[in-house]
């Protein structure tokens, strides 16, 4: 454990149980200021309860905390901001239709009196965003802004109120690829203005590429604390894990080119979205579909699963693909949507009716649904793609993301569909759930399932696809396949249109 | 500790309802008697009947404000036919017929139009109350036939028509909701209606279904009340929708759309017509019973929205 003075926090011996369960157990930690501190470990590792712990969003159940030398206990979120200490969350907590200068001053307006002085507040703010160089327009309503802005927002209003320690929890969870980087930056320029960061995320490039030091966490429990310098990618995966990953793709094996196609789309055009989008997929092959975020790829998809009007000649298993969605998943098509949690999971209602939502028909007989043999398939094919669950029962939303994802592989699985069109499969899922969802499509590629894959991790679509069509701009700029599949000839391809 | 408080989220309802029967059993003469339990059944009916659709447009993800209209503007529809025809059969027939007219109305305005449902419904509110002034000419009206009165009325082992009507409501709506591919797709729709289109599931059809029934079921409440009234006059009372959002809402279904049950609003009917019930047999002033009303209904919300957080 590093000794000095630049050690703000110290946690020695802190556990924290949520009813039985064990969340987190005998932490001893120390969090230096001016560097960038990580938490990183799968799914209910514990890393953001650590975090949401050290913010005042939980009390420890054991152990104790100690600020500067001197104990202290957080009963309320409040309390440890009266102390400096931040969370930024996920879900954003900003008021997204009154201005970024509203946002910023909320509960720290200047006043005069009994009313509030513009112009003072208006000062008060610019002065903490010159003294950090962080600039936003203070008159934009934070709803219009990007993600990335309405961050900058969160952090500006931390750093008025004298935050000294900033806890983000995985801040690049919800943001486009492209924003990333931004973020990262501005996590480092914190670190630099002599704040204590702390940066909870699965991402392990971002840490590897952000943080100073990094803490791994397992089960609840620390594996180890260390500079992150003496870190790579595999060591961290190991730590995380617990084993060693082998290979981390799956070998698919290529369909016989002279198949015929499953999927058809000739001319699929959507004006001002896309344009003249035309490939073939057949069974058994997986065809990466990739482009810069905006590109236009999920909207593509989308219109080959019938979800939005589109123009153009889609022919599916052998005919002319059917005119609204129903038509088309029952004739073979199943969709993993871009973003499980808004458009693929009912997040409150029970495993077992999202896993069947698709596939009602088969389970409805004269006498109504039958659900005991519902519940007996979904047991099988909940088997078949290791979705781990307590009882089906529980709401959707209990699962860690990579189980939330197996529910939605689940899903298409049950209607051994023909094509499968997965868009950003492994968003949000930890290292080990990763790879058993490229078993998964593996699997269903084996089995003759035509694969479209979406993802905005390039090495992802290497590693996974057959062939690769580069989307730029709503139009095709490439298909690449063989030895022209590189992530150079790809990000060119990306680039080409812009 | 955890296990209480989940028992007490889904049956809290069912608990306070009982106990609260025990308790007037126990304390309050003429409360447990078979004539008080029959009349609390009988004046129910109407509320349960639309109640459970109500469920389930809720559950769906919409409200529908305009219930009360329909259930004044409705009976009238029917009366108009059955004094202009002399046949009862075409009288009901048109009034559930104008029910679902409206019912589509609303879906119409909800679905395609993309107003929200609490916005759409108010406006149409308008519309029928209105339909109900234009078609009775702003007159009481009066079935022309003595079977009129039979239809809530008549007794069928010693309950009323009304009320088997309304057992018959409630079974076939929960048998609805829990065990068809419909019932799940109303909660997919009210749950997650991105999600749910995306597998499948045609979701602008099957909120106009949870309009269209809510609307008819309302009108079917409207002619047994003109039946158990012997007559039917226009008016702007909202008072109808107001009794069936109470029993939704203190059951427990949530307003946000995608859970809840029609066992829970059933129950929540008969807490509401034990509580005031009691209050009558005690005779204690109806303005106070209105006060007390309001506040039990308060208890009753914050309850469920403290074991929500509790369990969140």
Redesign the interface.
Known sequence: MPTGDDILLTLSGVSKTF?GTVALEGIDLAVESGKVHAFVGENGAGKSTLGKLIVGVHGPSAGRMELDGTAVHFASPAQALDHGLVGISQELSLMPTRTVLDNIALGREVTRGPFVDARATRAAVQAVMDRYDMQVDLDARVGDIPVVEQQKVEILRALSRDARLIVFDEPTARLPSDQVAPLLALVRQLAAAGKAVIYVSHFLEEILEAADTVTILRNGRLIRTGPTAEETHESLVEGVTGSVLGEQYPDIAAPDPATPPVLSVRGLTRPGVFGDVSFDIRPGEVVGLAGLVGSGRSEIA?AI?G?DPATGDVRFAGGAAGP???AR??AGMA?I?ENRR????????PIA?NV???H??R??GA???D?RRERVEVTEHCAATGLKYASLDDPAGSLSGGNQQKILFT?AALGEPALLIADEPTRGVDVGAKRSIYDLIAGMAARGTAILLISSEIEEILGLSHRVVVVSRGRIAGELAGADLTESALMRAAFSGT | ??KTILFAKTYGILVVTVALFVLLALTTDGFFSERNMRNILDQQSGVLIAACFMTMAIIAGNFDISVGAVYVATPLVALLVENATGSIPLGILAGLGAGAVMGLINGFAVTRLKVNSFIATLATSFIFFGTGYLVSDRAIMRPESDGWRDLARSRIFELTSATWIAIAVVIFAS?LLT???F???V??TG??R?????????TDRVQMITFVLLAGATALAGILGSSRAISAQPSDDFSFIFAVLTAVIVGGTSIAG??GAIWRTVTAVFFLAFLSNGFNLHQIDPIWQRLIEGGVILIAVSIDAWSQRRSG
Do not use: H
Not at chain 1, 342 to 349: H, P
């Open positions: 009813g989308r699963l979800a609204t969605v129903a998943l029952s969709m949507p808004e458009q693929g999971l009912m997040i409150e209602r009716e069947t939502l698709s009602l028909k389970f409805s006498l109504g649904l659900r899903r | 500790m955890q048998i065990r068809t591919r019932g799940r797709n909660y997919a749950a997650n991105e999600a749910a289109r995306l597998a499948g599931v045609a995608g859970s």
